[in-house]
């Protein structure tokens, strides 16, 4: 039997630590690298989700309030008598609905190309109001609080803004007066004008962006409600009754 020297047992002992000791520092280098990786990569993706949802936020803050339906029309009537008008091509059976915002069939009537039709009461319902975003440093207006579900104004009180801060153009109101929503709250107060406040692609119309114009109207023995499409359906002003309208009204403040 061959005997091996101590010096050589000592020697491959320590060729085998330094070769283990090789392979652990190259097993270390491999993950550390691709630890650095995903950091960027989670970094990069976190940037990605921050921006959307500044986007998001953007979007929401400028685009909607919440459903409100509101007595009246969607612009400023000016004291002008609309009347609603059939612009179908040919007679058609129209169905008008019990309540506002319904498909519950009240009754029907044959409307024919060109027929007008007077309205007693007009409900808008706002399916997306305009964001509008306050211009001045500071600013302050006098506005009234406004129940939608009631349709009844509340308290006056003073609205104060800062720059940037958000209001929601609903409507129209009268005389000069605009609906705004703030805060989840709908308030009466002087219409916004591009002078105070900005928008997107906003001329200073007090027209909500999108909704539904529902009227309650007759035709013979049919009574309900009808919306207002614009294309089937349209409003026109009747000249002969604005200028009765407009002659009360100078007398009255003549008085």
Not at 49 to 68: I, K, N, W
Not at 107 to 120: I, V
Not at 195 to 220: A, I, M, N, R
């Amino acid at each position: 039997m061959k005997v091996v020297s101590p010096w050589v047992i000592l020697i491959l002992l320590l060729a085998a630590g330094c070769d283990q000791k090789q392979t652990v520092e190259i097993s270390n280098d491999e993950p550390t690298e691709s630890l650095e990786q995903n950091e960027e990569s989670d970094a990069s993706d976190d940037a990605d989700a921050g921006s959307d949802a500044g986007q998001a936020d953007e979007g929401d803050a400028l685009g909607f309030f919440r459903e409100v339906s509101l007595d009246g029309t969607p612009f400023d009537d000016k004291h002008q008598v609309m009347v609603i008008k059939y612009a179908g091509d040919v007679e058609e059976e129209v169905a008008l609905s019990r309540q506002f915002d319904s498909d519950r069939i009240a009754a029907k009537f044959p409307a024919k190309p060109g027929a007008k039709l007077d309205f007693k009461q007009s409900m808008l319902k706002i399916n997306k109001a305009r964001g509008l975003k306050v211009k001045p440093p500071k600013l302050r207006l006098p506005a009234t609080t406004f129940d939608d579900k009631k349709q009844k104004f509340g308290k006056d009180q003073v609205l104060e803004f800062s720059k940037g801060d958000v209001v929601f153009l609903l409507k129209y109101a009268a005389e000069g007066t605009c609906f705004v929503g703030k805060d989840g709250q709908i308030y009466n107060m002087t219409c916004p004008t591009p002078v105070e406040f900005e928008g997107e692609d906003w001329d200073g119309s007090p027209t909500p962006l999108e909704y539904d114009w529902w009227v309650w109207t007759s035709s013979g023995a049919a009574r309900g409600w009808l919306v207002v499409d614009g294309k089937k359906f349209v409003h026109e002003v009747d000249e002969k009754a604005t200028k009765r309208l407009q002659r009360k009204l100078r007398k009255k403040r003549r008085r």
